[in-house]
């Protein structure tokens, strides 16, 4: 037990009780000791470097290049995907792809290239392979977009997996995202980032790294292109970033630099090259498309926590009726369950939970259960009992149940990485769905301990089965997240074939998205924690998870009146929209707050229909909800640098307010003419405007020729069209949804467009030619004088 354990403990003997204290204590202990005892200490260790060509085996899209102390494997896929694996790793196994590898591109060959050194040429992209090891990934017109130079290893003289570190260069100008859920984001400044996911324990701030959901993803923008480079390991790890400088005059560029140093695993990388919308398409296709939401999942959500019961409840809900604050969704906490155990209810507090389940529905309300991984560890509940008549749990290095402390007290844990494990616990949600749930809150799943944050429940030296590898958590712990909301989806696959699941984890990896969304947690309830929370999930965007969203409001009803109602018109514009109890219902805050946020409310219910398109694009395109400005002009470098609004898909631009007292705020634009929604005002970009930013709104912008699917009055689809400037057009997508089910919707193409006296026509294009639109248009913008 170290320093760090012993702190944590001691704390958490005053917070959380004597009891609860003394078994974190005894954990803690028993994490180290079991580690001491199974994990060899670092000894005398060997460095590597691969050495130069030796010998060179071409095959189908790439192929073998051996070197004089490693070989290095390329492969070049049909998807425009490039993967390097050094020690000949190939890209299987792999937690983050979606089936199996994608098909060669049999146009890739690999060739001879100047000064010794190998290229392969493909449509999308050069890699050029020096004798020593270097390999560069170049714009198929020969611009260097990132080079990597030969890998070093650090191994043990008496065996065992091996440290290494992969230093890698981008262009001068350009600017490094992603690395997951990053508060101090979007934009990863000069730093070091952890690869650990990691609970802190508390509502995190700008500073706070790592969070709940790290990656080895990284998305890079550059005057060139984009580029995404994914290294494929899942163990522990840190990537230093530091940022290019072009030099003035006659000084010379100093190229930006990452350098990945991870504790084990293979050196292998995935990198895609292009626009950034081309970028995660291949992305999506290498990890799999996003799982699509209900469409209730993309309303409004209240997380409700604390001691109450049905009543309370029953007393919340009716509280937002009765205001008129449209309700789509509310998650019941830990407090609902039978002393914290997962998979059961309190029948004193919740004794007819269906039947308030079925109250709620019939409002348009869903039910949402949190599910935590930690099991109580006492024999005589049922879900422990099966997980061990299952062998289900995580065991250590001596064939023991590892023990940790969380909600329940003493617990032990399913182990995920098992295919069967994942079948069982996925039937264990037939329980939830009979008690009335509709959706499922994955949380504490990094795991992490309740009592002392920060640390893993589990001993680094925990056996899991990684589908039959066998490891121990060094390799498992970043990917337990993401196998347990596999676990869920999968399940829930099974027991409602006809509905789409609804899984929101805490936790995850590359390929979450795949199996539902991400909660990014709860953010300080200040004004950096606020740019935080937009922090995560823009990022959380750029690895290919477009629907997330933190908790608005906070936990511990800390927030100013100011404070909450500016989170609270951000959450309206994120694809999860998610509100927390505490001092924390809109009608707590005086009678101006609760008519700004029926506003806000009110705005996101018209919205539903364009969210719903932007989800089912993000299934066929992975483009996130959420986009940096930069997105249709990466090459904008005064846009790479704006942090402080978004681009919700195409046609909306949002500038959040995220500092007191503000009424006015300076916003960057793209290209183009932009309309203020709320006044009408236009503003032509690119460039920086001021508007107006009073407390009943935050400013939204709709770009000029847009087609924006909204909810109308009577409950229709209306198609609101925004003006195209003189002498262009403009267009939209609108994806009709009957709110559950795996049917394919047809996508409606919609074009706008001046028609001389008859002023702005919207039509639908199809194959047949253009016709009349299938809905009620309402044309917008006509009065808008462009402003300066």
Not at 34 to 50: W, Y
Not at 153 to 180: K, N, T, Y
């Amino acid at each position: 037990m170290d320093g760090r354990d012993l702190v944590r403990s001691v704390k958490s003997v005053g917070s959380a009780g004597a009891a609860q204290g003394l078994r974190t204590v005894r954990a803690a202990w028993r994490r180290r000791r079991a580690d001491a005892g199974a994990l060899p200490a670092r000894g005398a260790e060997r460095a590597r470097v691969p050495g130069q060509v030796q010998a060179v085996e071409p095959g189908p899209g790439g192929g073998r290049i051996r070197f004089g102390r490693s070989e290095l494997r390329v492969h070049v896929a049909v998807n425009g995907a490039v993967f390097w694996g050094w020690d000949g790793a190939g890209p299987e196994p792999s937690y983050a792809l979606a089936g199996r590898c994608p098909e060669a591109d049999p146009r890739a060959v690999l060739e001879p290239d100047k000064d010794g050194g190998w290229r392969v040429v493909a449509e999308r992209v050069t890699v050029v392979i020096s004798k020593h090891g270097a390999i560069e990934v170049c714009t198929p017109g020969g611009v260097t977009l990132r080079r990597d130079l030969p890998p070093r290893w650090w191994e043990p003289q008496e065996g065992g997996p091996g440290r290494w570190m992969q230093r890698s260069e981008v262009a001068a100008d350009a600017r490094f995202f992603g690395l997951g859920a990053r508060a101090s984001g979007p934009r990863l400044r000069d730093g070091t980032y952890r690869l650990w996911n990691t609970g802190p324990g508390r509502a995190f701030g700008r500073g706070d790294d790592p969070l709940y959901l790290t990656m080895p993803v990284q998305f890079v923008v550059a005057d060139a292109a984009a580029h995404l480079a994914f290294y494929d390991t899942s163990w522990d790890g840190r990537v230093i970033v530091r940022e290019g400088e072009e030099g003035a005059g006659s000084g010379h560029d100093r190229a930006g630099t990452s350098e990945v140093r991870m504790d084990g695993g293979p050196v292998r990388c995935w990198v895609m090259v292009g626009t950034p919308a081309r970028v995660l398409l291949a992305w999506a296709s290498l990890t799999g498309a996003p799982a699509l939401p209900p469409a209730w999942a993309l309303g409004h959500h209240h997380a409700w926590r604390g001691v109450g019961d049905e009543q309370e409840v029953r007393r919340m809900v009716a509280g937002y009726l009765e205001h008129g604050l449209p309700l789509d969704a509310v998650h019941l906490d830990v407090d609902h369950l039978d002393d914290r155990q997962v998979f059961t209810v309190d029948q004193e507090r919740y004794p007819k939970l269906p039947v308030l389940a079925e109250e709620l529905r019939r409002d348009g309300i869903r039910l949402v259960s949190v599910v935590d991984p930690a099991v109580k560890a006492s024999p005589g509940n049922a879900v422990r009992d099966g997980g061990v008549a299952e062998d289900a749990f995580v065991r250590d290095a001596s064939g023991r149940l590892v023990e940790g402390v969380m909600r329940p007290g003493e617990s032990v844990y399913p182990d995920f990485t098992h295919a069967r494990v994942r079948r069982w616990w996925g039937g264990l949600y037939a329980e939830r769905l009979a008690q009335g749930f509709s959706g499922f809150w994955h949380d504490m799943n990094e795991p992490a301990s309740f009592t002392a944050f920060g640390e893993q429940t589990l001993p680094r030296s925990a056996r899991h089965d990684l589908e039959g590898r066998g490891g121990d958590h060094r390799e498992a712990h970043n990917v337990y997240g993401l196998c347990m909301a596999q676990a869920g989806y999968e399940g829930l696959r099974e027991l409602v074939p006809e509905e789409r699941p609804f899984v929101l984890s805490r936790s995850g990896w590359a390929g979450l998205q795949r199996y539902g969304g991400a909660w990014s947690g709860n953010a300080a309830m200040d004004w950096p924690g606020l740019r935080a929370s937009l922090s995560l999930v823009i990022g959380l965007g750029l690895c290919g998870v477009p629907y997330s969203g933190p908790g608005i409001g906070g936990v511990d009803g800390s927030s100013s009146a100011e404070l909450y109602l500016r989170s609270f018109q951000l959450g309206a514009y994120l694809p999860l929209f998610r509100t927390r109890a505490g001092r924390g219902e809109p009608w707590d805050f005086g009678a101006e707050v609760l008519e700004h946020a029926r506003v806000a409310l009110v705005e996101r219910r018209r919205l539903l229909p364009y969210f719903l398109t932007l989800a089912h694009l993000a299934r066929r395109t992975g483009a996130p909800y959420v986009r940096p400005l930069w997105w249709a002009a990466p090459e904008d470098r005064a846009l790479r640098d704006c942090e402080d609004a978004f681009l919700l898909g195409d046609c909306l631009l949002v500038a959040p307010v995220l500092a007191p007292g503000t009424d006015r705020r300076a916003v960057r634009l793209p290209r183009g003419r932009w309309y203020d929604t709320a006044t009408g005002k236009a503003y032509e970009g690119p460039g920086r405007v001021h508007v107006d930013a009073p407390l009943a709104r935050v400013p939204v912008l709709a770009r000029a020729g847009a087609v924006i699917p909204v909810r109308a009055e009577d409950g229709r689809l209306e198609l609101e069209a925004w003006a195209p400037a003189p002498g262009r057009t403009g267009g939209g997508l609108v994806v009709q949804d009957a709110g559950d089910g795996w049917g394919e919707p047809e996508i409606e193409r919609y074009v706008a467009r001046w028609a001389g006296d008859r002023g702005v026509v919207v039509e639908r294009e199809g194959e047949d030619g253009v016709r009349e639109p299938s809905h009620p248009v309402r044309v917008r913008g006509l009065d808008g004088a462009p402003q300066t």
